[in-house]
Nanobody
Framework: EARLVESGGGLVQSGGSLRLSCEAS????????VGWFRQAPGKEREGVSS????????VYRDSVKGRFTISKGTAKNLVYLQMNSLKPEGTATYYC????????????????????WGQGTQVTVSS
């Protein structure tokens, strides 16, 4: 069974760092586009970053540029999200998602094209 599993969430103080992992089970990412999304209580799910595992192209939402880094793991079934200088407004459940569809840059941070989703990992940033 193909699955996406996130890990690495936790409680961190403002200004701290966390590294999230997204592991594919039952398949390899190959030409997959993997996105990281987050959803805070009472808010819509929003795209944070996306990487195409084939060509390595990357997209970030403006509010995390310079603080977050998405990367591929050595193994073909891993993608990471390094989050530095975390802020309290970053408190949310973080999800990884994937799609084999070719996406335009503008679509990479939309939830619509992504058909595969993990269960999420909670990130809490205290002030």
């Amino acid at each position: 069974e193909a699955r996406l599993v996130e890990s690495g969430g936790g409680l961190v103080q403002s200004g701290g760092s966390l590294r999230l992992s997204c592991e594919a089970s039952g398949f390899a990412f190959d030409d997959y586009t993997v996105g990281w999304f987050r959803q805070a209580p009472g808010k819509e799910r929003e795209g944070v970053s996306s990487i195409n595992h084939g060509d390595g192209s990357i997209v970030y939402r403006d509010s995390v540029k310079g603080r977050f880094t998405i990367s591929k793991g050595t193994a073909k079934n891993l993608v990471y999200l390094q989050m530095n200088s975390l802020k309290p407004e970053g408190t949310a459940t973080y999800y990884c998602a994937g799609t084999y569809e070719p996406l335009t840059t503008s679509a990479r941070l939309s939830t619509v094209p992504y058909g595969y989703w993990g269960q999420g990992t909670q990130v809490t940033v205290s002030s």
